[in-house]
């Protein structure tokens, strides 16, 4: 931490005392320079975190806050250590429902990390249109096949969920997977590609290649890494799009199996992963295969999960497991990911068949409230901070209910996200002057 002129006095000390006090005082000074470098710098990183946006004036300030915030000390000490030093990669694993799949709140949410910590790349992408449903526009998926797909919300299907909640599969060698990136405001482009894949010996090999075919780099099923269902690739030139092109080199490769993909640059930074599926419950992710266990290749610091809204819609008939369903899925993910923390979304005010009261989302959100405090977690009461009681009337009134009385408009999610990224760093934001004076 040293500078040059601080190092060139150090040399000329140790001439001067050439013995044991002298060295001990040339430690000393080279301390306090690291020292007062380290205040010189701190000033600026300690300062809070301005964050403003546009609101509707629907939301409860005070109520718009992160619940048992110090479980998240972890992460914000991640996160501070990350805009001193620049020094690593802080991986924020949502998941969710159709409010999550379509990416238009967390689109926001990851937009403003990106900005405030560092944007180290789109992170995990599913191939939700090769798998003939909604996907985000910041990305676009295709191929030149048709494959077999399956969501985790028809468990009895077919083919095995990991952890995009959406599998695709084809048997035809000459099967693509081509991914374009298509933020209008964020660079992704990318230079590292994990693939999350069935990874045995009777998977195709892929072949990564640009727009142009060059290859960029080759993933062998049969390569000696043991990390379950995930290989690596890298290379040296940004890209924006790839073609991971199925190859088979024996009689023995019969198919290609994929969950997903995580896309990043070499920056460090932020990735923040989305997994979400429309209708999704917690039941279906506890049911996922390979769900949890594919999750410890995101090396997540923290699960955000937004679920509960479809199970509010079952009101009367709430399932009376609901708690033992949070329990199961918290439970699950902490043992492959041991050192993550997590915070407990409550489901926002919906109406029921377009425009009924929805007395399912109170009973949903009062287990969740209580499942996380009993058990020491983070949680966002989203149904508070978004207004309370009878808010779906408001926001619809405002034109950010859709008309189905359960989705918000575009503008609707974007209001949502900012208000928890509003959330996260008034948590953020009281922890660094506590821990770092």
């Known amino acids: 931490l040293a500078t040059t002129d601080t190092w060139r006095s150090m040399r000329r000390k140790n001439n001067e005392f050439r013995g044991f006090e002298g060295m001990r005082l040339a430690f000393v000074a080279i301390a306090l320079s690291g020292v007062l470098w380290l205040a010189a710098c701190s000033p600026a990183i300690a300062q809070p975190i301005e964050f403003k946006f546009q609101t509707y004036g629907l939301e409860v300030d005070e109520d718009n806050i992160i619940q048992n915030a110090w479980h998240l000390d972890p992460l914000f000490e991640k996160l501070y250590q990350l805009r001193l030093a620049n020094d690593r990669c802080v991986n924020i694993v949502h998941i969710g429902d159709s409010h999550i799949q379509a990416d238009y709140m967390t689109s926001i949410i990851r937009r403003q990390f990106h ?65 374009f990136m298509n933020d209008l405001w964020l660079d992704y482009s990318f230079n590292s590609l994990a693939l999350f894949y069935q990874k045995d010996a009777s998977s195709f090999d892929f072949s990564v290649r640009d727009l142009q075919g060059r290859e960029l780099a080759f993933i062998s099923a049969q390569d000696n890494d043991s990390s379950r269902d995930i290989s690596t690739a890298s290379w040296s030139e940004l890209v924006n799009a790839v073609n991971i092109q199925s190859v088979k080199t024996n009689e023995s490769q019969t198919k290609a199996l994929v969950y997903g993909a995580v896309l990043r640059n070499s920056n460090n930074g932020v990735l923040y992963h989305t997994i979400g599926v429309n209708g999704a419950k917690y039941k279906h992710y506890n049911e996922a295969k390979h769900f949890a266990s594919q999750t410890a290749g995101l090396k997540a610091d923290v699960f955000i999960i937004s679920l509960g809204t479809n199970e509010s819609i079952d009101y009367p008939n709430v399932d009376r497991t609901f708690t033992n369903q949070v329990d199961a899925l918290v439970r699950s993910l902490k043992s492959y990911n041991p050192k993550a923390v997590f915070i407990l979304v409550t489901p926002q005010d919906v109406f029921r068949r377009k425009n009924r009261p929805n007395p399912g989302i109170r009973n949903v959100r009062d287990q969740i409230i209580r499942y996380a405090v009993e058990n020491g977690l983070a949680f966002y009461d989203l149904y508070r901070a978004m207004g309370g009681e009878d808010s779906a009337k408001r926001w619809s009134e405002n034109s950010l209910l859709r008309p189905d009385g359960v989705h918000l408009t575009k503008e609707g999610y974007e209001y949502q996200g900012n208000l928890f990224y509003q959330a996260l760093i008034k948590g953020y934001n009281s922890y660094v002057p506590d821990r770092h004076p």
């Open 115 to 179: 900005r405030d910590f560092g944007n180290a790349g789109r992170g995990l992408i599913v191939p939700l249109r090769v798998a003939r449903t909604n996907e985000p526009n910041n990305f676009k998926t295709a191929s030149n096949v048709t494959w077999k797909s399956k969501r985790c919300v028809f468990p009895d299907q077919p083919l095995p969920i990991g952890v995009g909640g959406v599998t695709i599969e084809s048997d035809d060698p000459a099967a693509n997977l081509e991914i």
